[in-house]
């Protein structure tokens, strides 16, 4: 391997990471950031009221997005082992 495959492969790397990533913690930061919202205006300080939208948006948005993400990493997967069989090979 060449160090641009290489570099390219690292590159994919990150950018599977960003896609199997960013539904859940934008979701996360989403709900976060509404949860705050509304406990500054209402003045309530409860850490339940923080914590539970926040777990339940990102599980929404892992189930919604689930099948992305698995199409996501299935095709990197196969993209690493044929990078592989083919460096084998010379």
């Known amino acids: 391997m060449n160090p ?3 570099a390219a492969l690292l590159r994919e790397t990150l950018l599977v990471a960003v896609k199997t990533g960013a539904p859940a913690l934008a979701a996360a930061l989403a709900a976060g950031l509404c949860a705050s919202i ?3 205006v209402t003045q309530i300080n ?3 009221l923080a914590f539970l939208p926040k777990f ?3 599980m929404l948005a892992l189930f919604l997005a689930g099948s992305f993400m698995y199409a996501s990493l299935f095709t990197y997967t196969r993209h690493i082992f044929d990078a592989v069989i083919a460096a084998g090979l010379t």
Do not use: K, M, N
Request: net charge negative.
């Open 38 to 40: 509304f406990q500054s």
């Open 56 to 58: 339940a948006a990102a």
């Open 46 to 48: 409860e850490s339940t």
């Open 4 to 6: 641009p495959d290489i």
